[in-house]
């Protein structure tokens, strides 16, 4: 069993920054590939970006381009979510997810991801 929680929801202005935190606990969290996902509203939760486990090598969807950045620190069991330039179409509820199996390759996949957070709402105003 792995618990995933979130950081608060955010409310920021177009152009502004933030970041997006996710803690673990329950698993060797060094061991779980760790991602973000999205969901706006009336759409399908979508891939952002995904920490591989160990070496922490990071694969970002082609809608991220260089705005995100997911990071870890494996001593502080969090994975984080780092967005600039923030837009408006970015408003949706964020997810960090866990995927615990043995498999080497990351997935963009939602239902290759056992353990899910809360999610948290980030809306940016124009």
């Known amino acids: 069993q792995v618990q995933l929680v979130e950081s608060g929801g955010r409310l920021v202005q177009a152009g502004g920054s933030l970041r997006r935190s996710c803690v673990a606990s329950?698993?060797?969290?060094?061991?779980?590939?760790m991602a973000w996902f999205r969901q706006a509203p009336g759409k399908e939760r979508e891939f952002v970006a995904v920490?591989?486990?160990?070496?922490?090598?990071?694969v970002y969807a082609d809608l991220v381009n260089d705005r995100f950045t997911i990071s870890r620190d494996n001593a502080k069991h969090t994975v984080y979510l780092q967005i600039n330039s923030l837009k408006p179409e970015d408003t949706a509820i964020y997810y960090c997810?866990?995927?615990?199996?043995?498999?080497?390759?990351?997935?963009?996949?939602?239902?290759?991801?056992?353990?899910w957070g809360q999610g948290t709402q980030v809306t940016v105003s124009s």
């Open positions: 329950g698993r060797t969290f060094s061991s779980v590939h």
């Open positions: 997810a866990a995927d615990t199996t043995p498999r080497t390759l990351t997935s963009r996949t939602p239902r290759e991801y056992e353990y």
């Open positions: 920490s591989r486990r160990n070496d922490g090598y990071t």
